[in-house]
């Protein structure tokens, strides 16, 4: 059973606001969301991890509603170079047997001029 | 730049063959995981070492092994290489090895196996 459910591809243009929505039905109470970007033939690079609420840093933000079975990557003003695909992951922060990143299939945002 | 630095950045064997990858993590960094990502499996957690000992395993085929020396640099060794070895391997790396680290990854092997 997959952890996280995302869309498999978004199309944008240069200038908006691009909001990508992950799918987390079964999250368990310690679990943190975390985003990564990767860009063809490089490693994944993260963007952005939260608990709950809201969270923004200089390059995103992210919101996770109150009973967080959802997240939501917000990407303002996106520009050509943010064309990537986007993986949203959700972990316990612990170590151990369970100390594994999965990641799923991504969301393929392409952006247009 | 992530600061972790992988060798070779291609690879190109023939079925058969072993090879050795290798990953330095980045200064100050205890943790190195290994990923394998193919056009129809996607990105693949395989193994992860903190402070040379291993510490998770993911889908490692028995055929694959690594180890993280004294050092911190991690070697991730591929024998009895097939065809759909074929993939590029990404080593990243974190402080401590927590799920919740920002993992840091390198700029992947591309390994091809004719």
Redesign the interface.
């Known amino acids: 059973l997959a952890k996280t459910t995302q869309p498999i591809s978004m199309d944008s243009y240069e200038g908006q606001e691009v909001n990508i929505t992950c799918s987390h039905n079964n999250i368990a109470t310690n679990d ?1 969301i ?1 985003w990564y970007q ?1 860009f063809p ?6 963007i952005i ?1 939260g608990y709950k609420t809201k969270v923004t840093n200089e390059v995103a933000s992210l919101f996770i509603p109150a009973d967080r079975k959802s997240s939501t990557l917000s990407l303002p003003r996106v520009s050509l170079s943010d064309t990537a695909v986007y ?1 949203c992951l959700v ?16 969301t393929l945002l392409a952006v247009q001029p | 730049d992530s600061g972790v630095t992988q060798t070779p950045k291609h690879l190109i064997t023939a079925t058969g063959q072993r090879v050795t990858l290798r990953c330095s993590p980045r200064s100050g960094d205890l943790s190195v995981y290994w990923y394998q990502q193919s056009l129809d499996q996607g990105l693949q957690f395989l193994i992860q070492y903190y402070n040379g000992e291993e510490r998770a395993k993911g889908n490692i085929l028995e055929r694959f092994s690594a180890q993280q020396f004294p050092d911190l640099h991690s070697e991730l060794n591929l024998s009895s290489l097939e065809l759909g070895d074929s993939a590029l391997y990404f080593c990243a790396s974190s402080v401590v090895g927590l799920s919740t680290d920002t993992q840091y990854f390198g700029p992947g092997t591309r390994l091809t196996v004719l």
Do not use: V
């Open positions: 943190y975390t990767q033939s490089q490693g994944p690079r993260f991890q993986y972990e316990p922060p612990g170590g151990g047997a369970t100390n594994k990143l999965i990641f799923g299939t991504g």
